[in-house]
């Protein structure tokens, strides 16, 4: 049975990550790992920032958990950072984008106070994290998802499916 390579979900939080992820657990057998929740969890906390409501993330502890989990492949690695993750554990990283109109609204339903929505908005107009993917990974593996509407959501599975079977099909001929 041929193991499945990791990929990383990337993106500004609001844009669509997290559905993007459960579908592709459901559509294409990846093991959604939610870094948040891991976090969250397992308390790999150093600290709270008080003034973006959220805490601070003890990486090294992260990475140890998670580390044998990659050397099994098969997993889609959701987070809003990348750059700390090492390269060699991903064949791809897909950056999810949304229109700043509806990241907003996204963020204020989620109740996100002023301060962090203006971070997170700015986040997106400045593309910082695809810019931090490519910085961090090869720029052959980094892929811009547009996240808006449910049809965006279903293209991007199949963008996702199809890259997966160009994954594939070059582990076949090597």
Known sequence: MMVLPNILVTGTPGTGKSELCQQLTKSLGFQWQNVSEIVSVNKFVEEYDEE????VLDEDRLLDYLEPLMKQGGCVV???SSDF???RW???VFVVRCSTALLYDRLQAREYNDRKIKSNMECEIFQIPLDEAKDAYRKDIVFELQS???QDLD???ERV???LEQWKALLNKS
């Open 85 to 87: 993750f090492p390269e």
């Open 52 to 55: 973006f409501e959220c805490p």
């Open 90 to 92: 991903f064949a791809a």
């Open 148 to 150: 808006d509407t449910k």
């Open 155 to 157: 293209a991007n599975v």
């Open 161 to 163: 499916r199809d890259w």
């Open 78 to 80: 959701e987070y809003h």
